[in-house]
């Protein structure tokens, strides 16, 4: 539905928004990836995504505080954005999670199946039930204990799709496409974030924000080519350009998400956020 007023949103995930901002700002003024790393290594244990929601604890920025200000003064598009990033956080999570599930990686996989209750379904939970949508948190405790008890990855997929399902439900509680787009673009921003944590001068430095990073890239790819499929044209172009950004990021990934040795010169966060910077501007053709 379309909304004419400010729907009310937590000041934890209005903040989120107001720090995924300022890491757009940061690539935009061409900060170097070691400043960025150097910005964010303190938190490299949880990643870029626990700082991005970790504005809205109170701190100096007080309970939505400075950062991001009274959510009540934001617009309608702004905080959709907000919630709709949030549910793409999870999402890479879990496709990272799967993806290495898959591939027998067992232990690696865990530990991404259980970041997104931790971290970010917790703070996002209100928000759902303010917008009327369905909370998935059954589903997200039974995809973690599929992949803990070692079940066989038919019943692992099974249970991914059911909460692909549940958050592709919970996305339909927002309808602005520039919203949507606009979500794609933080998401980027703060896997390029997660991608300067994870590999720092062409060496893994934390496997673990190096795999969300790509979880986060693949969303974001999900979520284009779906928008792509839209009848009117400029939601359908600016989607074509998100894609063709993405193909610029496949280099940054090119060994895979446990990757054995140095991985190089083109492990680098600049295509990430060169990414993030075109669908930035494609996001500037959606009404």
Do not use: C
């Not at 673009?185 to 990073?213: C, F, M, P």
Request: proline letters at 2%; zero cysteines; glycine letters at 10%.
């Amino acid at each position: 539905m379309t909304h004419t007023t400010p729907r009310p949103t937590s000041a934890r995930l209005w903040s989120s928004l107001a720090l995924a901002t300022a890491i757009g700002g940061l690539a935009a003024t061409g900060a170097s990836a070691e400043t960025a790393h150097a910005n964010h290594a303190a938190h490299a244990d949880h990643g870029a995504e626990t700082l991005w929601l970790a504005a809205g604890e109170g701190g100096e920025g007080g309970e939505g505080g400075e950062a991001g200000g009274d959510s009540a003064e934001m617009s309608v598009k702004d905080m959709d954005a907000a919630y709709l990033t949030a549910l793409s956080l999870i999402e890479g999570h879990l496709r990272s999670g799967i993806a290495l599930y898959r591939d027998g990686q067992t232990e690696m996989a865990q530990t991404h199946m259980k970041h997104p209750e931790d971290e970010i379904y917790t703070d996002l939970e209100h928000d759902l039930d303010e917008r009327g949508a369905t909370g998935f948190s059954d589903e997200l405790a039974a995809l973690a204990d599929t992949v803990n008890s070692g079940a066989p990855v038919e019943a692992a997929d099974a249970a991914f799709e059911a909460v692909l399902d549940r958050i592709a439900q919970a996305r339909t509680m927002v309808s602005e496409p520039a919203a949507a787009f606009a979500s794609l673009e933080q998401v980027l921003r703060v896997a390029a974030e997660e991608y300067e944590i994870g590999i720092v001068d062409g060496e893994i430095a934390n496997l673990h924000e190096y795999q969300d990073a790509h979880g986060f890239t693949e969303t974001v790819r999900a979520q284009a080519t779906s928008l792509a499929g839209s009848e009117i044209g400029s939601e359908a172009e600016a989607a074509a350009t998100v894609l063709e950004a993405l193909d610029g990021v496949a280099p940054a990934f090119a060994k895979g998400l446990v990757p054995e040795g140095a991985l190089g010169a083109e492990a680098d966060a600049r295509l990430i956020h060169g990414a993030a910077a075109r669908t930035e501007l494609a996001v500037l053709s959606v009404k």
